[in-house]
């Protein structure tokens, strides 16, 4: 009867030591996370992801090479697009930003400047302008005040007269915006242009270019979920979920 009631005696004591043990641990914060919740709240924080949360200037997104610069500025240009906003761009790094501008300018600046002179009717020289020509066509300033004033009335005569006569057939094909005049490279500009002055999102989706084409969408749009197919979307998604951001 002893005997019983010493192994009784012990059966307690251990049982009470090991519930001891339990509650001192979770007092002190040692039980461990359940790996379930982990994923869990990674899965949540993708599936509720909102990008303008991010704050890249602070983020250690761009260490060791989780992400390209180039893969953010494609992101953040497509943004823009979609914003008509360049100052969408000044969320990353004063370098990158200025990349990123460059490129929306390149792109997108220049472009809708251009059809929106010829459409107000408004003055074709302005330093934009003429600096946009320039980058776009490879014209020397004086040269470009008169293609913009040209392009301005839609004056076809001045694409015999050098320096336009080099290509004269894209040079008529942009004042008549006439596509079936030219081919490959030079008629995705005149698509593009085409794109941006009936603010046409059929028009963006046969540009062979497929970065200009989801470009142009957002911007006729004002879709910025477009900007989602971007590669960059994706990978910026990804690491900040992994990241423990919720």
Do not use: H
Request: charged share 20%; glycine share 6%; aromatic share 8%.
């Amino acid at each position: 009867m002893i005997k019983y009631a010493l192994i009784l005696f012990l059966l307690v004591a251990l049982t009470f030591s090991g519930f001891s043990t339990v509650l001192s641990q979770q007092d002190k914060g040692e039980t461990k996370e359940n790996p379930q919740s982990a994923v869990f709240n990674k899965q949540a924080c993708m599936d509720n992801f909102n990008v303008s949360e991010v704050d890249f200037l602070n983020s250690s997104m761009l260490e060791n090479n989780k992400i390209s610069k180039n893969t953010l500025q494609e992101f953040f240009t497509c943004v823009a697009s979609a914003k008509n906003d360049p100052a969408q761009c000044d969320k990353l790094s004063p370098q990158d930003a200025q990349l990123c501008r460059a490129s929306y300018d390149e792109e997108l600046g220049f472009a809708w400047k251009l059809v929106s002179m010829r459409n107000a009717q408004s003055p074709s020289s302005s330093p934009e302008l003429v600096n946009g020509c320039v980058g776009a066509f490879g014209y020397d300033k004086k040269a470009c005040v008169q293609f913009l004033e040209a392009f301005k009335k839609g004056d076809q005569a001045i694409c015999n007269s050098a320096p336009f006569n080099k290509n004269s057939n894209k040079c008529q094909a942009i004042m008549t915006l006439n596509e079936g005049a030219v081919s490959g490279r030079d008629r995705d500009t005149v698509v593009y242009f085409n794109a941006l002055n009936n603010l046409s999102a059929s028009d963006c989706k046969r540009l062979s270019n497929k970065g200009l084409a989801r470009n142009c969408e957002a911007f006729v749009t004002g879709n910025e979920k477009i900007c989602q197919q971007c590669e960059g979307y994706n990978k910026i998604r990804e690491i900040y979920c992994s990241e423990g951001n919720e």
